[in-house]
């Protein structure tokens, strides 16, 4: 189905940076400020513009070139392969019309394939675009995995869709999913996608490409139903086992971080009463002033840093979590066509079995389902192997990630109550010195 | 509140000597005792050198009892015996160990004395105490029921944890007592550590229940005091407050434990859903593994975290219960200006009588005064008599307020010394409490970040 509230006029009507509206729980709006007029990173190393290929990348786009430069630097995960397109995701803006409102992020993307007419593309698509784009991926390459886009529907009065925090992690999840396409060695070519990244209006395509879908639709789509499968291939069924005990898992280490976050929650609740007790009696002493002062002021420092860990854990760690069940889902879903693929098959060939015995040649129609099945065999054990080595290294990123923060939470109270301490010695043994 | 009646006392002869400490007691002794020697040792205990000369001080030297003999309450044991009321009874009695510390230096050596007393005994030679020394801020005892833990603490009174940080208490009593110049003098106090027969009749016969039975009923008639003494209205405001804020903190500290418990502990299901997450993967299984195992080792540290925070809390405990002890004093002080002011006003209204009678103006209304009115004067023989009763009685007044104004100087002067002596005790204790607090949370952090070290070195290797 297509999306029904296609975008009208995007850049015209009352464009507003999301900034521009105060959020009700932040005050600081620097995180989403797009930086135009900052002193371009770039500078740090020059020598790393250019691609692998040694094209010069064109640097006059200096917001957007920034962010590649660093997935350059960081990116060395594709084992060997050499890589020639780059998305990004960022730059959320608010949109509000009359009709709607709505946010759209910046798509920029630098490439040196000759698919792409330009090296270099920067446009604004909504959600739906990328869900569009998910939807035409799905259609047009039924054996492969496609990479998860973030819920779509939000409890509404629970999540205010339009916070800066939620939108940052829809736009980190957004700009993982373009991402984990553009490493995808088929997906990054699928026409759809060339498309979604350099078509000034993807609305008039969207138009048209209804029209050539419903034309195409029959051939295009495997699902046909009503076969039974007699039995998954061992290498199948242990992907699907391990595809389930994955996700059990994934559910237990969601529990527990939110059961965390829960705990340090109510842990800083009270933190936050404890400090100002030590300033309370403070003030009601003369030679223990200090030392309680110093306590309270120890105790405030632990509070800002705890609060910080909880944050970092509710917008970085379970958002990555979340998008691993959603991955999961599509993987299975995969799985499940290759099986119906696969029953069609069985059972044409059965059919012809039983009708002809006798004969010895297998019908050409037959002969294409078992090309399908074989097709889509390799294709998902390819995915399957590219995705299992994703997940190695983003779950090694998370983890790693959950342990800096923990140490940089313990370090920042460390810090405050070293400081403490030599202070109220001195004094004692300047003290002692005049006794 | 009123004192409950005296416990029977338990069968100390036959365990007491058996049990009269194995080389693990001497050595817990050695370490614990030291320990608060040191603390105390810090303490300037000079300054109320000079005074007292109390019924039952020994006058012989002025250092406290704690610079001649070492003492420490080494064992906590359980006993059961019968009640006043003949019933069976489950109690703690508490190994007190003393030692000449001149022997010590000598180099000899000798095995303590021992002997044991249970809590009741302590509180009945606190009583006595607080009785015998009013103008002294008589250190506290720990607690009687477990307060102001967090719930994962057992509050029960036969808690070995409990019990083990009582015994740490009472010892502390004991040596604040001893390091005291004027209360470690007691002989009382040193019979109590050194005698185990006979001591409680000792305190009996020295009449303090009835003196403090009538101290009590003074206390608790009304009564105001016209001019009180500014210092001691502050000190008692002072108190009021340490004490306020002190219970304030200790809750607060409770549930802080109570949440900092609950998210350490949380972290253990990682190291389970880790440990089977690895069974399922190829190249992350042993990093998750190993990983697991540090989040267990996570979860497990908070109980020592948590164990040690609680001797902190102990210590705070211990002033909370100071305050009623300086409440006390002031209460006390209070008590003898109230005497003093009564006495002049009795003073005055008998000068008042006397006025009235040589002059024959009746400047109060009363009965006696219509009466005189109404059936004519008395006889000159009647008033002379009357006036000269009234002229002893003035004088005898006239004595009593001078006694009782020196007794309220001596009061105020005595308690001043001690006060000044406790403050000082106080800062000096409660800054090395908040530096150990200090300390402690210094390695807490430590701990935490060498176990997500580890563990973030496991996950980087996945």
Redesign the interface.
């Known amino acids: 189905t297509m999306s029904a509230g296609t975008p009208k006029s995007l850049p015209s009507s009352g464009q507003k940076s999301i900034h521009d509206i105060s959020h009700p729980l932040s005050s600081e709006d620097t995180i989403l400020t797009p930086s135009p007029d900052l002193p371009n990173t770039s500078s740090i190393g020059e020598k790393d513009l250019s691609l692998p290929n040694g094209t010069p990348v064109d640097t006059s786009s200096p917001a957007s070139s920034s962010s590649l430069l660093n997935r350059l630097q960081l990116d060395d995960d594709l084992d060997g392969e050499t890589r020639d397109l780059f998305v990004a995701v960022d730059d959320p803006k608010k949109h509000v019309s009359t009709m709607e409102t709505y946010i759209t992020y910046r798509v920029t993307t630098k490439t040196t394939r000759t698919e792409f007419d330009l090296p270099e593309y920067s446009v604004r698509r909504r959600y739906q675009d990328f869900d569009w784009l998910r939807n035409k991926l799905e259609e047009s390459q039924p054996t492969h995995l496609i990479p998860p886009l973030p819920e779509k529907f939000v409890m509404k009065g629970v999540v205010d869709r339009f916070s800066e925090e939620f939108v940052e992690t829809r736009r980190r999840a957004l700009d993982k999913f373009l991402r984990r396409i553009a490493d995808h060695p088929v997906l990054s070519f699928n026409e759809h996608f060339n498309v979604f990244l350099s078509a000034k209006d993807l609305n008039s395509y969207k138009k048209q490409g209804m029209a050539l879908l419903t034309k195409m639709g029959e051939s295009v789509k495997y699902v046909t139903g009503g076969y039974k499968l007699r039995g998954r291939p061992l290498e199948f069924a242990a992907m699907g086992d391990?595809l389930d005990?994955?996700t059990q898992?994934l559910g237990?280490?969601d529990r527990?971080a939110q059961?965390?976050i829960k705990?340090?929650s109510?842990?800083l609740?009270?933190?936050r009463?404890?400090g100002p007790?030590?300033s309370?009696?403070a003030a009601?002493e003369t030679?223990?002033q200090e030392?309680?002062e110093?306590?309270s002021g120890?105790v405030a420092n632990c509070c800002t840093a705890l609060e910080e860990l909880t944050e970092d854990m509710s917008e970085d760690f379970l958002p990555v979590l979340r998008e691993y069940v959603l991955y999961v889902e599509s993987m299975k879903n995969v799985l499940k066509k290759r099986d119906q693929v696969q029953a069609e098959y069985e059972a044409k060939l059965e059919a012809v079995a039983f009708r002809k015995e006798e004969r010895t040649g297998v019908p050409t129609d037959v002969e294409k389902c078992q090309d399908r099945v074989e097709c889509f065999n390799a294709d998902l054990k390819a995915d399957w192997d590219r995705w299992q080595n994703n997940k190695?290294q983003d779950?090694?990123q998370l983890?790693?990630g959950?342990?800096?923060k923990?140490?940089q939470c313990?370090?920042k109270?460390?810090a405050a109550?070293?400081s403490?301490?030599p202070l109220?010695?001195d004094?004692?043994d300047a003290k002692g010195e005049t006794? | 509140k009123k004192s409950p009646p005296p416990p029977p006392l338990p069968k100390l002869g036959k365990v007491g000597s058996k049990c009269a400490c194995g080389l693990g007691s001497r050595e817990r002794m050695a370490d614990s005792g030291s320990d608060e020697v040191a603390v105390i040792g810090n303490t300037d205990l000079t300054a109320a050198e000079e005074q007292n000369n109390r019924n039952n001080t020994d006058v012989e030297k002025s250092t406290p009892l704690l610079k001649k003999m070492e003492i420490s309450v080494s064992e906590a044991e359980k006993r059961t015996g019968k009640n006043a009321v003949n019933m069976q009874e489950t109690y703690t009695v508490y190994l007190i160990e003393t030692r000449p510390v001149d022997t010590i230096t000598e180099g000899q050596n000798p095995a303590p004395d021992s002997l044991w007393r249970r809590y009741s005994e302590f509180e009945l030679l606190r009583n006595y105490l607080l009785v015998t020394y009013p103008y002294i801020v008589v250190p506290p005892l720990p607690e009687k029921r477990a307060e102001f833990v967090w719930h994962k603490l057992s509050a029960d009174n036969m808690d070995p944890d409990f019990v083990e940080r009582r015994r740490i208490g009472l010892e502390n009593f004991l040596l604040r007592v001893a390091s005291h110049t004027v209360l470690s003098k007691d002989k009382i106090f040193f019979l109590f550590m050194t005698q185990e027969n006979g001591w409680k009749d000792m305190v009996y016969e020295t009449g303090f229940q009835a003196k403090a039975d009538s101290r009590l009923k003074a206390l608790n008639a009304t009564f105001r005091v016209k001019n009180p003494d500014k210092r001691f209205t502050e000190l008692k405001h002072y108190s009021d407050e340490l004490q306020s804020v002190i219970s304030q903190l200790l809750r607060v500290r409770a549930r802080v434990a109570d949440r900092l418990y609950g998210v350490y502990k949380v972290h253990g299901n990682y190291g389970r859903v880790f440990s089977e997450w690895s069974a399922i993967e190829r190249e992350m299984g042993d990093g998750l593994q190993s990983a697991g195992h540090h989040m267990d080792a996570y979860a497990a540290s908070v109980d020592d975290i948590l164990e040690e925070e609680e001797h902190y809390a102990d210590q705070l405990k211990e002033y909370l219960f100071y305050s009623e002890a300086v409440r006390a004093v002031c209460r006390k002080h209070e008590l003898t200006q109230y005497e003093l002011e009564m006495a002049v006003q009795d003073l005055t209204s008998k000068k008042l009588q006397r006025e009235e009678l040589a002059t024959g103006t009746v400047r109060t209304f009363s009965l006696k005064g219509m009466t005189s009115k109404l059936f004519g004067q008395e006889t000159p023989e009647q008033r002379e008599a009357k006036l000269k009763v009234l002229e002893e009685q003035i004088l005898e007044g006239e004595e009593s307020v001078k006694s009782k104004n020196s007794e309220c100087d001596e009061y105020v002067k005595n308690a001043w010394l001690d006060i000044d002596r406790f403050k000082e005790q106080k800062n000096q204790d409660l800054k090395e409490a908040i530096i150990s607090y200090a300390v402690m949370q210094i390695s807490m952090c430590k701990k935490g970040i060498q176990v997500w070290t580890n563990a973030k070195e496991c996950f980087s290797k996945m």
Request: proline letters at 2%.
């Open positions: 391990y005990m994955f898992k237990t280490i527990i059961r965390i705990e340090q109510e842990y609740v009270e933190l009463e404890y007790v030590y309370t009696w009601a030679e223990l030392p309680l110093g306590v120890c190695r779950f090694r983890l790693t959950m342990a800096d923990n140490i313990y370090e109270c460390l109550w070293e403490i301490v109220l010695q004094k004692q006794n």
